[in-house]
């Protein structure tokens, strides 16, 4: 990890990983760029990390010209060595398995012994540990080494004839290993990455070098820092090339497509693979489905051509989709936003504003300390400009009020306490904090009614009007209308997800055109409550929420204020 701190936040995450299955601080962003394309596996400990370091060892085998028989002996050693750097977990353990599989295969000269040394290797290990029988991750192992030894043998093969061996090599091996771990993926997450091949075939190139060059890395830097330092500067281009394959391959059409999971997705899965694999086989039909696909692929990138492009150029305010929590983010210039919320996990509110390209956040406002508003934090953080953390007076929950002071000092960002009547502004966006106006005991929720509420001004005079609310509820919206504050608003950001515990002169008066309703979809809540909802749209405004909507951007356009939902039901009010 010292070794890799000269390099950019996105590789120096991303190389330890790479090479030990190390993922400590990869940044979220990656990690969830990584698993949208397919590379996720290349972040942790396996199969392919064997075969490449197995590769290495016997490449220096044949340069020091050992026989057919030796080389083998020295791959074995070069395991050993790796699963000791790489530490012997449970994973690292499995993969050496399958490279005893691989040495096997290469000692006797083929795969057909290597097959059933396979199913003897997974007797032994289950045996060994019973709980293997139900690891998906053991699974995985397992069905991308036998895609290898019975797939990508003849795939290569019939490939060689038509192109060079290497790129041969290149489409049969992820080609195989994907098609044979499809079903359990599918299961799995429920859903079908379709990048995932040509991904791998883009990324193969880069992985080998990276790895062998992260090695070294960890070798050297015990005897000498600066000269593991100068390696990781050789390993960074071809980790940077990994990463940019990620962050471009998830902004392709089609890069996953719902599925559905369980055994269900599996078996659906795997019979349609199999009724592919019968398909190649055959001339006629092969290009029967060639044809198909390439009707279908086009209406695909056609119908995502003259879909509304997200995010609009002009954003103006976005309501983040972060599942069950809020987020939403405020333009302030180029590349600058301020965030309010962050959403309950750091990788979704990182995707947002890497979406949005914020680089830099003059202020977080965290409206109340509970995990579904503060838990996204360390993703705003991670690789942006943070100028302060904004907090309510309240001091409950106390354990997410520590992580909030503790992720706050880690990236040396200041946290400030909001008042009442506190005026500020960045760019062309001013606000007024309106509230709380005290701190509330006894109540349903005091940490909920102790929210931040504040009315914002986007774009200046000629922008609109938003009334933000956090999660406050009936006791802290009815001091808010006794105080006589202007609550009018041309946005209302409805409060605590839509939830039924609400006061409706408080909605009302608000006045709102436009409601946005954070809530994630199927949640055990309620959330939103239709009463809530029904009520603010007999007045006149139109409802836009994220389990149904997606991400919904705001923006002014000659002076109308136009709605546009990621889903594409955006409009124009």
Known sequence: REAVDVLPDAEAGLLPGLVVGDTTRLLPQTREDFRTVGLTH??????????????????????????????????GLGLLAFVVLARPSPSVLRAGAMGVVGLLALATGGTRRAVPALAGAVLVLVLVSPDLAASPGFALSVLATGGLLVLAPPWRERLAAHVPGWLADA?????AAQLACGPVIVAISGQLGLLSVPANLLAVLSVAPATVLGVAVALTAPVSMTAA?????????PTAWLVLISKIGVTLPGAVLPWPDGGRGALVLAALSVGALVVSGRPRLRRVLLIVGTVVSVTLVGLREVAPGWPPQDWALVMCDVGQGDALVVRTGPGSALVVDTGPEPAAVDGCLSDLGVRQVPLVLLTHPHADHVGGLPGVLAGRTVGAIEVSPGDEPEA????????????????????PGERRAVGAVS?????????????????NNDSIVLRMQVGGGQGFSVLLTGDVEPEAQADLVASGVDLRATVLKVPHHGSNHQLPTFLTSVGARVTLTSVGAGNTYGHPSADTLGLLTRTGARSYRTDLDGATALALRDGVLTVTARSGTGSTG
């Open 42 to 75: 290349l972040t942790a400990v396996s199969g392919s990390n064997v075969v490449i370091v197995l590769a290495a060892v016997l490449l220096l085998s044949r340069w020091l010209g050992l026989g057919l028989r030796a080389g083998p002996v020295l791959g």
């Open 229 to 237: 330092q100068g390696l990781a500067w050789l390993a960074y281009l």
């Open 171 to 175: 489409i049969a091996v992820p080609a």
């Open 400 to 419: 997410q009020v520590e992580l909030v002071t503790d992720w706050a000092a880690t990236s040396d960002v200041p946290i400030v306490v909001a008042a």
């Open 431 to 447: 606000w007024e904090v309106l509230g709380p106006r005290r701190l509330y005991t006894g109540t349903r929720s005091d940490p």
